[in-house]
């Protein structure tokens, strides 16, 4: 792990702990293209990176770029550009347009479900492949009048860095890996502890939606992308490694195919896997999970894989 970055806690003392992806899960959209979009190198610039990385993994990397060297590319034109993170937070948590929408807001029911898991002594994890300074910042802006219901979360993520001269730059949290950060590794110390404690240990419930950037825990990754006049998506392999080893997998879906990887990925492989479109939803079927009203398997949809 890269300097001066925390050492995740594990809480193997409780019944239930919950890991979810920050970036289009918990908030409305991806805060990373958002300012890369409009500080950095621009959509257009950011698509053909996109496009490299892609090509990365479908070549078995003999072309394009990784992900960690094509992402940190992207924020490095948001530094470049001479865009303190500050800014980029002020940019992302302010109204603009017409409609006086934030460009970065809360999925619906976040706070509240954050509420119901103190309530009921479920531990709150973020798991992002971000940086760990713009997270909190937008978090504790987004969370204003209920700073002390999201100050105790913990972000699994990577740092950031800056000069002498006070230009910032990420710091992975694996560096070592073509894809800076591995989620994977978040869950694993739970599945580890179950098996020497004779299958005793927390259950995990991870949140994840599968849009951003891209990272490789799988032998043979396989990405499936979309072009809309908007955006290029990319499926985040970040989320099917932990997907492949989370207890309970709750997808986010949209309703809109280009952005719903993670669910496209799951139907594909045979993952199975709890959809919900936001966090009221989320609060219902969990609390129902935990109070032993109903089993994951009440909710979980279970495609078949499709053949090779």
Known sequence: MSGGLQTQPCYFDKKFVVLSDWDGTITTCDSNDYVTDNYGMGAQGRIALNKEILEYDKSGKTRGKSFKDGFELMLSSVSDNGHSLEACKTYLTTPSGTDGRRPVDFTDGFIDFKKFCDEIDIPFTIVSSGMDELIRAVLTELA?????????IFIVSNGVRRDATGKWFITWRHPESGYGHDKSRAILPYREYRETHGGQGPIVFFFGDGVSGMSSFLTSPTAYCSFSSRSFFLLNLQDLS?????????????????????????????????????????KKIVGQIVRGEKTKDDFLVKPVAAPN
Do not use: M, R, W
């Open 242 to 282: 932990a997907a492949q080893h989370a207890d309970v997998l709750f997808v986010k879906v949209t309703g809109i195919d280009e952005k719903d990887n993670l669910k496209t990925y799951c139907n594909k492989a045979g993952i199975p896997y709890i959809p919900f479109f936001d966090f009221h939803v989320a």
């Open 144 to 152: 204003k009048g209920s700073e002390d219901v999201v100050k105790d």
